[in-house]
């Protein structure tokens, strides 16, 4: 069975940072790329970062991109996500998804309970 667990949310002033980790189990990690998606109060998932099986490959959204970095440890089955210059736009509960493709995500796709990022001054 797919388990997955994130932590490292929390509460952050505008410009903060923060490092959410992922720790995977119930599969050969190293196989799958990995997601991370976000849901906003109010809306829908949104895609935010993907990395390749082998961390070869990284993919950001738009609205990320240049202010959160992807990477994952295949040896600690752990995939991780710094958010650099949060603004309050990045509040939202955060996920780690196993994925088939690093750039797009699924309903269907696994994913952990989440950890909360709230930015706020």
């Known amino acids: 069975e797919v388990h997955l667990v994130e932590s490292g949310g929390g509460l952050v002033q505008p410009g903060g940072s923060l490092t959410l980790s992922c720790a995977a189990s119930?599969?050969?990690?190293?196989?799958?790329?990995m997601i991370w998606v976000r849901q906003a109060p109010g809306k829908g998932l949104e895609w935010v970062s993907g990395?390749?099986?082998?961390?070869?490959?990284?993919a950001y959204a738009d609205s990320v991109k240049d202010r959160f970095t992807i990477a994952r440890d295949n040896d600690r089955n752990s995939v991780y996500l710094w958010l650099n210059n949060l603004t309050t736009e990045d509040t939202a509960t955060y996920y780690c998804?196993?994925?088939?493709?690093?750039?797009?995500?699924?309903?269907?796709?696994?994913r952990g309970q989440g950890t909360q990022v709230t930015v706020s001054s």
């Open positions: 998804a196993k994925a088939t493709y690093y750039k797009t995500y699924h309903d269907d796709l696994p």
């Open positions: 119930g599969f050969t990690f190293r196989e799958y790329p």
């Open positions: 990395i390749s099986n082998l961390g070869s490959r990284t």
